[in-house]
């Protein structure tokens, strides 16, 4: 048995009707909690119990330091992970990021995909992730290397991280037999939703219908790529919720990026979230990918207008359930990244002013994300739920934010321990 003394939690994850915070500006109570095998079974207000006795009881003193539990990471492509050193995009664009990795799939072999996508999973783990949903390209002739690649990896990391899969495709393949085929492929390796990348066409409520019906089939929801520009006339977000309920789809749907609803008129935006939020969407948000990709100008003024990323507290204020989430990783659609959520907690209150309500905030990566991607006992602190934490030096959300690469604690079941990021060099790329 493992008892955690002085855990400072986040109220947002704690069971309902615990002690509130007494300063809405550092939302987290010390707490004392026991662990026993990879379960929590109790959680209390610091000191209110006495520590268990036992010489099998090890005691832990956090000493006041925050603890989230494990991260989830709602929304990756572990595929196409570090491949800028063979296949950097020169202008940073998003259709030359298109262009390159496809021209890369060529070296996609299933050795390549285990040691890129493993070294991805090693990083995560270290920084605190548990849970990672990868997005897996899917029309091409190597797809089902890629998903056996993905299969095996969820295999190898049972236990540690658990690996979500949803295939990746064009929108033009739902209404055909390679739509059918994308969505077999994908459910036969263990995909957890299907999805595809949508662009505006007049043709595009027919497809989204297309999609939503193989699903139905299938029995399992959708998670899709939508409106990742800054034109305000692309809608894609509004047409599937529209589609999901004209059909009165039974299943989760999930929506990532939604930058273009960032553009468009106050009242637009109003009535949109509605929607989204009357057909019960989860919405992703890739702040640091899209921070990266988004608004490239080339010509006078080049510096970037915006910020890429989606209406994150007016979804959020809507009752909205939103993540956020590393997306690429190191190859064309962003150059950086490790996949690490405390630094895309950390970026995503700055560039999106959740500190408004930091709260609410802890959820984009923790609770409300677990809700997303279907699995609500993750993301929280709470008798019966798994005992799977991360403990910061920090000791406020103050520090946190402002340090948010500090060196942390993983706790796993009973064990607490301090992974390492695996070394770059490891990969093998050449160095200039």
């Known amino acids: 048995m493992l008892y955690l003394r002085r855990a400072r939690v986040p109220v947002s994850v704690l069971p309902a009707g615990f002690p509130a915070a007494a300063d809405p500006l550092e939302p987290a109570v010390l707490c004392d909690l026991t662990i026993a095998r990879d379960a929590i079974a109790t959680v209390t207000p ?16 956090a000493g006041g330091a925050l603890v989230f539990p494990a991260f989830i990471d709602a929304h990756t492509h572990l595929d196409k992970a570090h491949t800028w050193f063979r296949a950097p995009n020169r202008t940073n664009t998003f259709f030359d990021a298109l262009d390159t990795l496809w021209r890369d799939k060529e070296n996609w072999t299933a050795a390549d995909l285990h040691r890129r996508a493993g070294f991805a ?24 290397t890629s998903h056996a690649v993905m299969a095996e990896l969820r295999a190898e990391w049972r236990g540690r991280i658990e690996l979500q899969t949803v295939p990746l495709c064009g929108d033009e393949h739902f209404p055909t037999s390679e739509g059918r085929r994308v969505a077999d492929l994908a459910l036969r390796y263990g995909a957890n939703a299907l999805g595809g990348f949508l662009q505006m066409s007049p043709g595009l409520p027919r497809r989204i219908e297309a999609l939503l019906t193989l699903a139905r089939e299938r029995g399992v929801g959708i998670d899709l790529h939508v409106d990742e520009n800054g034109r305000a006339e692309s809608e894609c977000l509004r047409l599937v919720a529209e589609a999901v309920l004209r059909t009165q789809f039974p299943h989760p749907v999930v929506c990532g990026h939604c930058c273009s609803l960032a553009v468009q008129p106050p009242d637009r935006q109003r009535a949109t979230i509605a929607l989204v939020k009357e057909a019960g969407i989860g919405v992703i948000s890739l702040p640091l990918c899209n921070l990266y990709l988004q608004d490239r100008r080339g010509e006078f003024p080049v510096s970037p207008h915006w910020r890429g990323l989606t209406l994150v507290r007016d979804l ?117």
């Not at 006795?53 to 005691?59: A, K, V």
């Not at 990244?337 to 405390?342: Q, V, Y």
């Open 316 to 432: 959020l204020s809507a009752g909205v359930p939103v993540a956020c989430a590393s997306d690429n990783v190191r190859d064309a659609f962003c150059r950086y990244g490790d996949l690490d959520m405390a630094e895309v907690y950390s970026q995503s209150v700055r560039l999106a002013h959740l500190e408004a309500d930091l709260g609410a905030s802890v959820g984009t990566v923790t609770r409300l994300a677990a809700n997303i991607v279907g699995r609500p006992e993750l993301g929280r602190i709470a008798p019966g739920g798994p005992a799977r934490f991360v403990i910061f030096t920090a000791r406020s959300f103050s520090e946190l934010l402002s340090r948010p690469a500090a060196s942390r604690q993983c706790i796993d079941g009973e064990n607490v321990h301090s992974p390492a990021p695996p070394d770059f060099a490891e990969l093998g790329e050449p160095v200039p």
């Open 121 to 144: 999973l090693r990083c995560a783990w270290a920084h605190g992730t548990r849970l990672i949903r990868t997005h897996v390209d899917t029309a091409f002739p190597g797809a089902e």
């Open 46 to 61: 610091a000191g209110a119990d006495k520590a268990p006795g036992g010489s099998g009881t090890r005691i832990v003193d």
